[in-house]
Every structure is written in structure tokens, then in C-alpha cells.
């Protein structure tokens, strides 16, 4: 036991000092819809975000990024006092455009201050890519996916590369169709300008020696909208962040460690609220199976089925195969199957308010077990199968006639014959369409049948 114990001791102390070397290096804020709510009267940074840099934040922050809708108006005036507000906090801030952002006086102080709608910059091994989404609407432009080429080829020993722009243009898939962002950013606005699938995310792909961040920022505008999102696709990590007309409004923290590593951090501007990690704001994982009967069900008998809950699910879809009966909106439902049902699909998809829902998980139910392991007998008759063909042994011989009917009553078989001691009869059903049959096989003895699923 004390050998046991100094083990657990020294492999404690291995495990945590080395916790406790990995610092971090630094981090950086991201704020999205910079100005706050459409409503307020602030020509400034929206005053709940201010109030919140004012209560102080990490000592390791170098550097704040905007991503669009910085000003609600882009006049002279908005951007001097955001200007002024950001001066006060004495670190460096970058802008990238919004479509509030978009005009003369827009692009006159993205010229002054940085060069160009486009940039990027470096900070330690790290590259930091700022793209314009709206010059195209809701699209990366030509000139810019050049750009974005380039900065990606020359990338070198950079470990991780980071790119922001304002609009959710990874939207468009159909993935994404209930996410709710801000309304210019979701999935019915977006599907028809975004080239992110068919140019973006392919030129992405093929760096996979990196680590990127997508980060957008048009989230948290809308009463209905969501306040983050979370998504990875290998080693492409997409991730919202934003402010100004929900509960859950907040800014992006992003730490980057001395190995490289980089978390993701909420930080909530209301300081009452209970802000979840950012991996909860996703679209829900898939369930992975459903527990419960699936053969030799009984009519008009209840059935429970369950999946295991998933992470940020809030609900549940289930559908049910035709003449069968239940409702829930919970991770179980009973299910009650009536006198017509014969076979179909039970299917169920988790769901969350905001973000839509997962693909769907599907688990076949029917009445009888395939016909890979069915057979019914009474002492002389069995229906049963062989190497897979369905057929009638007899264990002493006998006179029979054998029918098979479809669900619907209809005879799609017929014949009399001398079944000879154990003897295999095959019944040739490769000509029917693929479901239940009723075999009924009639003798001296009396009349003996089986539903079987003809797979």
C-alpha cells in the first residue's frame, strides 16, 4: 500500500508541475458587433463591453480584435470615439469590416490605419489574417482569396493561424440551417452569396500542418440570435462571438499557450450571468444509438426506447414508422405499435433551440426477426431457412400446400407438393419486392404459418 501510494504521489507531482509549466504566452480579446444594440444611442464601443474591460481583464491580453460592425453609423464621429474609447486601454486594435462599417468613411479608416480593408500581421509564431466580407457580399473576394493564398503559402514554422471577418459565411451549409445569428448571417440569407464551402474551406484544408481559427462576428445582434458558436472540422476550429441584444452577450478570450495550444474563452458582459463554455454553443452531436426492442414486437404493446443524452441538447425529435404511436420531447418515448404495423424506422435527431439539430440516427423496428434466424415447427413442419433461401423441412414425409401473402393479403406464391423426409423445400422468392410475408404451410395436420422479413 505505501508503494502504491508513493507511486500515485510522484506520477501527481510529474503530471502537475508539468500543468503548471505549461503558461500561457499570451492572449488577445475578439468583440463582435463591436457597436451593441440596434437601439442604443452610444456612437461608441456598445457600454456593457466597455464596462466589462473596465472591471479588468487577463493581464496576458496584447491585443484586441473587432470583428465588423464596429460603429453603428460609420461617421467621422463613431469611429474618433471608438477611437478614444480603445485609447484608454493603451494596446493595440485591429478592425475588420462590417456592413455597418461599409462606406467611404469606413474604408478611408481601414486605409489610415492599417493599409488596406485586408491585412494581416504576426504576433510570436502566430499569423493573424483579417478579411473583408462584405466587399463581396457575404463572400470572400477574388483579390482577397489571392491574399488569404498568400499569407497561408509563406506561413512557414507559424503554428497557428487565425482569420476573422464579420459575416457567418460557413452559414450556407446546410449543417447550419438552424443556427440562428444575426439575420443577414443565417443559413437562408447566406446559402446563395457564401463561397466559404467551394473556395474557402478547401484552401484551408490544404494546410493541415496548421491550426486555424475562423472567427466571425455577426452574432448577438438580433433579440433571437445567438451569442457564440462553436464548430471543428479537423484542424479548422470556427468559432462566433458577439454583443448587443441578448442575455448572454460577450467578448471572446483567447489564450495562447507556450506549447502552442490555444483555448477559447466567454467572458460575459452581464456579470450575472452563467456563461457555458464555448463548445456548448454548437449544433448537437448526433445520437449514436437507440436502446430498445426491435423484433418480435407485439401489437398494441407500449415499448420504451432511449438514447444517451447529448451534451447540449435541450430536446429531442423523434419520428415514429407508420402505424405506430408515442410523443416525447425527451431523450425516451414510449413507443405503441397498432394492428397494421409491420416494419419501419424509428429516427430521432437531438435538437437545441438556436442551433438547429443533428443528423438524424435510424433504427429499423418490424413485428419478426430477419429471416437469418426465424423458423417455426410443430412436430413434423418447420418453416426455416438454408444458406440464406427461405424454405419448408419436413421431418417425415408429407403432403402440403404452401402460400406466401404480402402484407396487404395478396398471394404472390402457391403450390402443392410432397415435402420427403428432411428433405429442404425451397420457396423461390427472389422476384418479390423485399418486406414482410405470411408464410402459411397446410398439412393433415393443420394449418401453420409465420411472418417472416425478407431482408
Known sequence: MRSILLLFISVFLIFGNRAKCQEISYSFIV???GYGSHSGDNIGLHPPFLQALNNGFESSVQFFVFTGDVVNQSTEESWQQVANDLDTYGLPYYYSMGNHDNNTIGYEVFDDKFGNDYYAFDYNTDRFIILNSTEQDR?????????????LERAGDIDNVFIFFHEVIWNSHEKYKGVLSNSRSRYDQMKDYSNYWNEVHPLLEEHSDKN?????????????????????????TLLSSGMGEVEDENYLLAKV???????????ALNTDDDIKDIEWYSVPE???????????????????YSVAEVYNADSYLWQMPENASGSSTGSSIEITYSDDFVSGNITVQ???IGFGSSDQFTQKVSLTTSVNHDRIENENIIITNKNGKVGVLCLMEEEVKIEVFTTTGAMVYSENTQLLPHYFHNIELNNYPKNLVLIRVSSKQGIFSKKLWME
Open 257 to 267: 499557450f507556450d506549447d502552442g495550444n490555444v483555448e477559447f474563452e466567454l467572458i
Open 286 to 304: 448526433t445520437p449514436q444509438a437507440i436502446e430498445g426492442e426491435t423484433s418480435n414486437l407485439q401489437k398494441n404493446t407500449p415499448y420504451e
Open 212 to 236: 486555424i481559427f475562423v472567427i466571425s462576428g455577426d452574432v448577438a445582434g438580433n433579440p433571437d440570435a445567438i451569442p457564440a458558436f462553436y464548430d471543428k472540422w479537423n484542424h479548422i
Open 31 to 33: 468583440a463582435g458587433h
Open 350 to 352: 437531438a435538437s437545441k
Open 139 to 151: 463572400s470572400i473576394s477574388s483579390n482577397q482569396m489571392d491574399f488569404l493564398e498568400a499569407e
